[in-house]
């Protein structure tokens, strides 16, 4: 036969398929109806996974990809999903969540039309830039450090780095084990994008930052939600993670302090993670970045020995850079080429003197340790107001920036709450179903000054009351 | 029927699907076999059309989406060359282009081990920003314009590249057609994630700046080439670019002053694309980040009626602030609705005293003509050099910051001759085959001063003859 020959089959083969996908269509369709009659969501993960594991299972043995089979079937439910949701018209769509960004363009919104408020919601603290930092970032845009530079970084700011993480961690990372990028955003991004294919899965210890759930979506992959709870003392346990580890799980999420919940958990327990993820071959993606505000003993991942993994950090918090919009990551080499890819196509580098004020902010530890004081007193001063407000309980955060209280005796929606405290009383918070399924719950930012929290928090149990 | 089971007649019809993959791999692995025998490349972008056509085709009258075909022919296609390329063995894998940034790479090494170079290869000119630029970074850095913004960007700059597209263009650009992004690559990035989706295809007009195919390959989307050739003076032919456009194609990138060959087409050539793309409904990307170093007419897409377009630019060329990180893209306010939540996702914003840095550019358009008078005297000085190796030929830029000789007589790859010239000669340029299928051809940059264009070209000379 004739490669013509053999290329008409494969055309015969691939219209099969577009048939049978749909014929698939169809049944989904039915299974829409049914739905409908029983009132049930468009979304189920847990078919979707039974899906997934059955045709794997199937699919050992035969002469396809593993990451073939999670690409097609990962088009294939996203296009059932899409069939079930035309049937079931509008009221089918998922739900939109409600971002933190979301929350700040409201608030932002009506401080420009001139009302004073109450900001509890921005993650960002009201501390100045280390002077050093400022006067280092001048100078270098004086003396034109105003040019494209390697897409890792300078390599002073490389080096200053790789000596920065000796004293804070006692870790040596080469240089080919670290990448400066614009903020830990990107990091977080360029990690995930380096390390997951389409249709592959991450665990996400919920609640979280939500961004670590847009990221992987954006990249067609698939959240898999490892739910603590405030009664537990948000508390993930090792046997809940392990099952939910699936034969298409690449990554797990851990970020500690979290934000929101302030959790930090033990030594023991980040290690026996780290065991399971190195025992089923899964990275570890380690989001530092409220490392410095940490009030109990807070684990890093430099500190085990984990066979795959990525650190995620940022000068945005720790020496109140925000806007300067620089971070890093620390991984192997080999993740780190792949992430060094991704931001050579996206972005070139960070700005040349965006680096150099990077390399003063690490010689500015003095700054950190008093960010770190003040953050603690403003924990400290938050949550012994909160404890006054009694429909509210939460967790004594351990670290970050944040407390996440639940309404007593549940409320329904904490949106609600939200756009009335915002509304009637301007204090801007942050609805918990931003940061997973807590719809009864609320996240307080304490970026903003003493004054600021005591009364926003003063309003917000004036309207609970 | 229960829910129950139609879900399990979707596992069986799914598990029919991934059967038929298996059998497609096996009639793969026999295609290679035949490409061994005739000695041909596992690519082979004609046969891929046929199949999407007679899919597409097929699958009008039926009952699955375009959108979900192109996604599954997309991976269908992939996994099928990945099978190929097994059965051939590495000789087979797809040939690495190198990319102007790999050349810098190789001339950075030499450079720190201290050899001198003359760098006819870096797309960095090497003036200084405006003054008034620095200044305003510095005073915006120091008044502690160090937060998150906006991620469209700070009011002020909105309005400001709002009043510079009016000043420049004639064009009125509505609050919400403008975002500002960290460098051209993002706005191009992120213009190209909103218009495409998997599967999805854009013709490229080569030779072209290397980054716009690997944007579109890292999205899983098919870079489709319009050959253009120097003995028709770069021109590209609208003929040629409707018999390029298929069903899946969604847009299409132009980029006057070209980078690398300076061509501007003319008015009427872009009008008559212009006219065809809104025929056929694409979106037409125009990159005009070399707009100011024009010596011709050059036309701007905001000069024309398109449905649907994007212009990206970048304050990095014509106010030489490379480091700075710095661009922006206009569009319909749909588009970029999607382009924010992407820079939302990856990047928060460009750092907020690099934005103020960007409004004292806006004021600064002093420089830019001057910057503009001093490229064309390169040009000038760098076209008067050339003409004299009689080995070389090529057209004179209408603008831009580059010439693209060919070596006359063939030399079978540019490569090899680029290598040469570093290390015999101490000179960078970069070869043809970065921005396309040009292996007879490479890229001079006149980004330096004009001492060092003067003695990078004599060497030249000196090598070729």
Redesign the interface.
């Given at each position: 036969?004739?490669?013509d020959d053999?290329?008409r089959?494969?055309?015969e083969?691939?219209?099969?398929?577009?048939?049978?996908?749909?014929?698939?269509?169809?049944?989904?369709k039915?299974?829409a109806e049914?739905?409908r009659l029983?009132n049930?969501p468009v979304d189920d993960f847990e078919?979707e996974e039974?899906?997934i594991d059955?045709?794997l299972k199937?699919?050992n043995n035969?002469?396809?990809?593993e990451d073939?089979?999670l690409?097609?079937?990962s088009?294939?439910m996203?296009?059932?999903k899409?069939v079930q949701r035309e049937v079931l018209g509008s009221g089918a769509s998922t739900k939109q969540r409600i971002t933190p960004?979301a929350m700040a363009?409201a608030a932002?919104e009506l401080e420009r039309s001139g009302k004073k408020l109450y900001r509890l919601d921005?993650g960002?603290p009201n501390f100045?830039?280390p002077p050093k930092v400022?006067e280092a970032?001048?100078s270098a845009?004086?003396s034109?450090?105003?040019?494209?530079?390697?897409?890792r970084g300078v390599p002073e700011l490389v080096k200053a780095l790789s000596v920065y993480l000796k004293r804070r961690h006692g870790y040596d990372a080469r240089l080919e084990q670290i990448v400066v990028t614009?903020?830990g955003?990107?990091a977080i991004?360029a990690a995930l994008s380096s390390i997951l294919k389409?249709g592959e899965s991450v665990l996400l210890v919920e609640p979280n930052w939500p961004?670590y759930r847009?990221?992987v979506e954006?990249l067609?992959c698939r959240p898999i939600v490892v739910h603590t709870e405030l009664n537990t003392n948000w508390e993930p346990s090792v046997e809940q993670i392990e099952g939910k580890i699936k034969q298409h799980t690449k990554a797990i999420v851990l970020s500690y302090p979290c934000n929101p919940t302030g959790k930090i958990i033990s030594r023991q327990k980040f290690g026996e993670i780290i065991e399971l993820a190195n025992k089923k071959h899964i990275t570890i993606l380690s989001d530092e970045i409220y490392n410095d505000y940490a009030y109990s003993d807070c684990p890093s991942i430099l500190d085990y020995d984990a066979d795959s993994f990525v650190l995620t950090s940022s000068f945005s918090k720790s020496w109140?850079?925000?806007?300067?919009?620089i971070g890093w990551a620390v991984s192997s080499p080999d993740i780190i080429g792949k992430m060094l890819k991704?931001a050579?196509?996206?972005?070139?580098?960070?700005?040349?003197?965006?680096q150099y004020?990077a390399i003063a902010a690490l010689e500015s530890e003095d700054v950190v340790k008093r960010n770190s004081e003040r953050m603690k007193t403003r924990i400290d001063l938050a949550v012994d107001q909160l404890r006054k407000i009694r429909s509210l309980e939460f967790m004594k955060p351990d670290g970050g920036m944040y407390v996440f209280p639940k309404v007593r005796d549940g409320i329904k929606d904490a949106s609600e709450l939200a756009m009335k405290l915002l509304r009637e009383r301007g204090v801007s918070i942050t609805p918990g179903e931003a940061f997973g399924d807590y719809p009864d719950h609320f996240r307080i930012s304490l970026g903003q000054s003493e004054d600021v929290i005591t009364e926003g928090i003063r309003r917000i149990g004036e309207l609970l009351r």
């Open positions: 036969m004739s490669i053999y290329r089959q494969i055309i083969i691939t219209g099969r398929i577009i048939e049978l996908i749909g014929e698939r269509n169809e049944l989904a039915k299974i049914a739905k029983n049930m078919a039974r899906l059955s045709i199937e699919c035969k002469a396809v990809d073939t089979v690409k097609i079937l088009v294939l996203e296009d059932s899409k960004m363009s932002m921005v960002e100045e830039p400022v970032c001048c845009v004086t034109f450090k105003t040019h494209y530079t390697q897409t614009p903020g955003r990107f991004f389409e961004m847009e990221a954006y067609g109140a850079m925000t806007g300067f919009r991704i050579s196509l996206m972005i070139t580098s960070v700005p040349e003197f965006v004020a």
